[in-house]
């Protein structure tokens, strides 16, 4: 075990599984002699040369259809964007050729690549860069979404995400690449996709948090610990395809549900999580399913302004604290 | 850059006047000097090919014409649903280019592809079939007219979006060249696509990295209902080019031995120097945008004028004017072509539907089951 920072478990994962896999390659602004924006990319040029690690223009739309279209014959391309936000630019080549290429060529071209990135908000960078995009991608089937919160988690899932067929959007958050967390050493360590994480065992609610809002719900289940409330805490990991049955485990055990997310709530992911516990476990919930997220706004610059759209620590114990029927 | 074959243009496209709904009259004798003239050009061009070659050239053309005269036929019949874009007045850009390239090589085109796809080797039974939605089409039914693909023979697509085919192309030229191999990839998109940025981030990257990517811009001079001159500022699309300091050609599209020349200067070019062109290919196409375009944007005249140089007809002119092919064989080689045409219909009549569970197959190819657990 090792104690790494995300940024260095999303490093070692692209360094072992550029190492492992000729037709891997990387490319994005700046991922090469720039080190990389977030210096997730640090050094892989140098190990790896130019071939394999790629500066490209700032040509979203042109580079992310160029790595869908080396993927049909063959290539496996890590795409960063620089941030989700230009991923925007980009769209037509996301959804309309990775996600139906497999499928309306009758199952002749996979498109194994992975688009990654931070996605999600940052520190006062305002509306334009401060996007949370996952419910677009997550919308559309052909696609598999995946957001770690952790070391272990973001090099277990980078490594899934590289070796998996089918197109990826891998979303990182920019916040949380100094967080620290054990890191297994083997080489070879893979975290399936698919599979949703109980970050913290607990018996009288249960939370559901992705990303930024996993180290926020922790933060609130030890606050909580002392007010008399137990909580478990689950961590989907993968939004699409959303490992729904851990979630309903833990409600059939909890019979109270809070999700938290940082994105805005219109038909954003906890929209879909909260309709499928619905849908599978009614009967066993004691209170309706709550809901955070972030302010429904476009995100302002002033700090002041920003403290208010991201839910804290506060924002989740009063949620646990309304599911409980506690004041 | 270099200007060849092309007529400069004509009055008609000089004319830049507001908007128009109609554009002017053709010059009826231009046209039939163009006509004459490109049938001596192409007896030029005829030295040096053996008889094989230019009937196989002139095969390729006609099956394409008559399988897409077949489409529209069986569209208005109902058998073929949703977008069908024919080629009608293209063929000699489709047959011309691919006839340069190989097996391996790739082919990456637009929604209008029936033509590229039989050019490139696909069965006229397998498009058919796919064009009336059953199990045995190239794509098993679920792509349609815009989405054939063919694995085995470097078919990458049909692709609806215009100009989505661009990057994808300079991406599979990309690997090639990532992999070693000397293999080129040919984009096919109509003027209209040169518009969106889709094609200025392909070429800017194609130069930047030279890749071995050609670039074939077939100019029928109208995206759907709209002329040329209402939608582009620079009408010169083979000078774009200098843009990206890349190398081009402007091509007459009718003459598909000129476009066969063009293009192999260009295969030329990705192969051994794994540069990239871009050709601008003069054409027209004789049908509206789709089976739903009524057309009236064009006039009859305008039509029936570009008729006169339909590219089949040239051609079929120049090998009977060369004795390369005789009336009599021309028409028994007509007939073996409507039988081919007439036996993938029946081929696609008498095909079954895709099964219904076809529906949640090959969404990915790693499902992942959820309640795997």
């Given at each position: 075990m090792s104690t790494l920072t995300i940024r260095e478990a999303l490093n070692q994962a692209l360094r072992e599984e550029l190492a492992r896999d000729e037709s891997v390659f990387l490319m994005g602004e700046e991922v090469g002699a720039y080190q990389g924006a977030y210096k997730v990319t640090k050094g892989l040029l140098e190990e790896f040369g130019g071939k394999r690690v790629i500066d490209t223009p700032i040509t979203e739309l042109g580079f992310a259809g160029l790595g869908v279209g080396a993927a049909m014959v063959g290539l496996r391309p890590i795409v960063e964007f620089m941030t989700f936000n230009f991923s925007i630019l980009a769209t037509d080549q996301i959804i309309n050729s990775a996600a139906k290429m497999l499928y309306m060529s009758g199952g002749q071209f996979k498109i194994p690549i992975v688009f990654r990135g931070p996605g999600g908000s940052a520190f006062q960078v305002s509306s334009q860069h401060s996007q949370a995009l996952e419910s677009w991608y997550a919308h559309f089937p052909g696609i598999k979404v995946v957001m770690p919160s952790t070391p272990a988690d973001a090099k277990g899932l980078l490594k899934s995400a590289i070796r998996d067929d089918d197109p990826v959007v891998f979303i990182e958050q920019e916040r949380m690449y100094g967080n620290k967390g054990e890191v297994p050493d083997d080489p070879d360590f893979t975290i399936p996709l698919g599979v949703a994480d109980v970050k913290r065992e607990g018996k009288d609610v249960t939370i559901v948090a992705r990303s930024l809002m996993v180290p926020v719900a922790l933060k609130a289940a030890e606050a909580l610990e002392q007010q008399g409330v137990s909580c478990e805490v689950i961590d989907?990991?993968?939004?699409?395809?959303?490992?729904i049955d851990t979630i309903v485990e833990s409600v059939k055990k909890t019979n109270r549900v809070v999700v938290a997310e940082e994105s805005h709530s219109t038909c954003g992911v906890n929209a879909e999580i909260c309709t499928q516990i619905m849908e599978r476990a009614f009967d066993y919930l004691d209170a309706p399913v709550k809901r955070i997220s972030g302010v429904d706004v476009p995100m302002p610059y002033a700090k002041n302004l920003e403290n208010l759209v991201v839910p804290d620590v506060n924002r989740v114990i009063a949620a646990v604290r309304e599911v409980s029927y506690m004041d | 850059m270099s200007k060849q074959t092309a007529q400069s243009p004509s009055a008609e496209e000089k004319s830049s006047a507001g908007v128009i709904d109609r554009p002017e009259e053709v010059n009826s004798q231009q046209l039939a000097r163009e006509r004459d003239e490109t049938i001596e050009r192409q007896k030029e061009r005829?030295?040096?090919?053996d008889a094989d070659t230019l009937i196989e050239l002139y095969r390729q053309m006609l099956l394409i014409r008559r399988f897409e005269e077949k489409a529209a036929e069986v569209y208005v019949a109902g058998k073929i649903g949703g977008f069908c874009h024919l080629y009608i007045g293209q063929e000699a850009v489709a047959v011309g280019a691919i006839s340069t390239i190989r097996k391996d090589d790739y082919v990456v085109t637009s929604y209008r592809e029936h033509g590229q796809a039989l050019a490139k080797g696909m069965s006229a039974n397998a498009i058919m079939a796919e064009l009336f939605g059953k199990v045995t089409g190239c794509s098993k039914g679920k792509g349609g007219s815009m989405h054939m693909f063919d694995k085995d023979i470097g078919f990458l697509g049909g692709h609806g979006i215009v100009g989505g085919q661009i990057p994808l192309a300079t991406g599979a030229a990309f690997a090639s060249k990532y992999q070693g191999n000397d293999r080129v990839t040919m984009c096919f998109f109509g003027e209209a696509a040169v518009n969106q940025g889709a094609f200025h981030e392909s070429l800017n990257m194609a130069q930047l990295w030279k890749v071995p990517c050609i670039y074939i811009c077939e100019n029928n001079q109208y995206g759907m209902g709209t002329s040329l001159e209402r939608a582009m500022s620079l009408r010169d699309i083979a000078q774009k080019a200098c843009a990206y300091e890349m190398t081009s050609e402007f091509v007459d599209g009718m003459d598909v031995l000129a476009v066969r020349e063009a293009a192999q200067r260009a295969v030329e070019r990705g192969r051994k120097e794994s540069l990239p062109t871009l050709l601008e290919i003069r054409t027209y196409r004789f049908m509206g945008h789709s089976m739903s375009d009524p057309g009236n944007y064009r006039t009859r005249a305008e039509i029936e004028k570009y008729q006169e140089r339909d590219p089949i007809k040239l051609f079929s002119a120049t090998l009977k004017e060369e004795g390369v092919l005789t009336d009599a064989q021309l028409e028994e080689m007509d007939h073996k072509i409507r039988a081919e045409v007439e036996e993938a219909v029946k081929f696609a009549e008498e095909s079954p539907e895709p099964p219904a569970e076809d529906l949640y197959t090959d969404v990915y190819a790693n499902p992942i089951d959820p309640s795997h657990k």
């Open positions: 989907p990991r993968t939004i699409r395809p959303l490992d | 005829l030295s040096g090919l």
